[in-house]
């Protein structure tokens, strides 16, 4: 049927070229993370409400007259009694996976996504992405309190500060960039509409270094001379990956064009004409091309298998010389 949606898309054979010279970056997502056990925008919002309602600063009335507000104004909200009643909110406890981070599914995702990759960016707050896990477990003490990943494995160097997103890190192996911070530093992660426009402001290559806005001239190189691997998005990120697409510059690929980056996204088989409407639009808008799965026999857990698929076929290399010095060359142009 030319109407099917497969269980496991075909890897593009620019993925995989792109792969070999090591110019993939993975783009995670907060659909990762919602696998691997993380809350949603929603519920982390909700969460963060719910604990001045324990504290008895808000109350359940006052939760359900905002219970249809957008996850950010929410939070806002969360921000605002925090200010105000001098109630710190706990994001790492509210944002600690299922089971910690020796969750399953987590482990599994995450280690997939390794092989994709030697540097990762993402939209995520969470600890994740900040340490490299093994194959086999470690054995955990089920006393112990885990709010950040045990010391399994080998940590990755940690960027959550706009003042560090340069391209010379992002050629650094075993590099995290958290494009709204992380929870190492809950006071620098963006949350909020006022957060959003502050990081995503205007002036990407200003002449003043005072004034330039990293985190867009950092996206530019991003999208200018790397592959991109969108993991983790679905509808419900779309705003957010406008703000990220969009600002960035250099990304429209038009009709006749290859596209340079990739996404991984969802359907059920019904929503064959939803999927095929977004292709245009990611396509034709974003430079994206869209890689869709199908969720009729695991729903989300299909991107696990998807995944291991894609990190057999597209496994990560390491930059070549040649690749580093046009990068630079483009750059200082």
Not at 87 to 104: C, M, S
Not at 179 to 188: K, P
Not at 211 to 233: A, D, M, P, S, W
Not at 303 to 313: G, H, T
């Amino acid at each position: 049927m030319t109407d099917e949606i497969p269980f496991i898309p075909p890897v593009p054979p620019g993925l995989i070229e792109a792969a070999k010279r090591g110019i993939v970056i993975p783009f995670i997502g907060a659909g990762a993370s919602r696998l691997a056990g993380c809350p949603g925008w929603g519920e982390l919002a909700d969460s963060a409400l719910r604990s001045f309602v324990d504290h008895g600063k808000f109350s359940y009335g006052q939760l359900d007259q905002i219970r249809h507000l957008n996850p950010r104004v929410k939070l806002s909200i969360a921000l605002g009694l925090q200010a105000e009643h001098g109630l710190p909110i706990d994001f790492a406890k509210l944002l600690r996976p299922t089971g910690g981070y020796d969750n399953e599914h987590g482990r599994q995702i995450y280690r997939s996504i390794a092989k994709l990759g030697k540097s990762f960016v993402t939209t995520n707050y969470d600890s994740w992405l900040d340490t490299e896990f093994p194959i086999s477990k470690p054995v955990v003490n089920v006393a112990e309190k885990q709010e950040t990943p045990r010391d399994s494995g080998s940590g990755r160097v940690v960027y959550d500060d706009a003042e560090h997103f340069t391209p010379s890190n992002l050629n650094q192996p075993r590099s995290v960039f958290h494009l709204h911070g992380s929870l190492r530093n809950s006071n620098g992660m963006v949350l909020t509409t006022k957060d959003y426009v502050a990081r995503y402001a205007a002036d990407r290559n200003s002449s003043d270094p005072q004034k330039e806005n990293r985190t867009l001239t950092f996206l530019e190189h991003l999208f200018g001379q790397k592959t991109v691997l969108f993991i983790g998005y679905a509808l419900e990120d779309l705003e957010i990956l406008e703000y990220v697409v969009q600002k960035a510059g250099r990304v429209h690929s038009g009709e006749n064009t290859e596209a340079r980056h990739f996404m991984l996204q969802g359907f059920y088989l019904h929503e064959y004409e939803l999927m095929r409407s977004l292709k245009n639009y990611y396509r034709n808008q974003c430079g994206i091309q869209l890689l869709p799965f199908r969720r009729d026999q695991k729903d989300w857990l299909q991107l696990l298998d998807v995944l291991e698929k894609f990190a057999e076929a597209a496994p990560a290399s390491e930059p070549i010389r040649l690749q580093e010095l046009m990068e630079m060359e483009a750059f200082l142009d």
